[in-house]
């Protein structure tokens, strides 16, 4: 156990002097995108992140939020484009290439 718990530590302090904090770009980036999250219709935001963050599939997401597939598939679209007008109005050295990944179908 006392190696074992040697070997964790040991690990974590190399992970430690490894990591490098992000550009400040990308800390104000994240924070913008995370803003623009919370700022889509909750039915919208809903959607997104049963798809796009806990991974769920289309059909398991309508099920869900208790809506037609359709519907789930309509607001996830929505909230995808408020999402990329945001994108859209980034500065070029903030990098806008933002991509709304998630969501299949089973």
């Known amino acids: 156990a006392r190696w074992s718990e040697a070997a964790r ?3 974590a302090e190399q992970l430690a002097r490894t990591h490098a904090d992000p550009p400040q770009e990308h800390v ?3 924070s913008q ?5 919370f700022e889509l219709p909750e039915d919208q935001r809903a959607a997104l992140h049963l798809v796009a963050i806990e991974g769920l599939s289309y059909q398991k ?9 359709g519907t789930l598939m309509s607001r996830i679209g929505r909230a995808r484009a ?3 007008e945001m994108e859209a109005d980034q500065p ?3 990098g806008s290439h933002l991509r709304i ?4 179908h089973e």
Do not use: C, M
Not at 33 to 37: E, K, S
Not at 101 to 104: C, D, L, N, V
């Open 9 to 11: 530590i040991k690990a």
């Open 28 to 30: 104000v980036r994240l």
């Open 33 to 37: 995108v995370r803003q623009a999250f």
């Open 61 to 69: 997401a309508a099920d869900a939020l208790g809506v037609p597939l």
């Open 82 to 84: 408020s999402l990329r």
């Open 92 to 94: 070029p050295e903030l």
């Open 101 to 104: 990944i998630g969501g299949r």
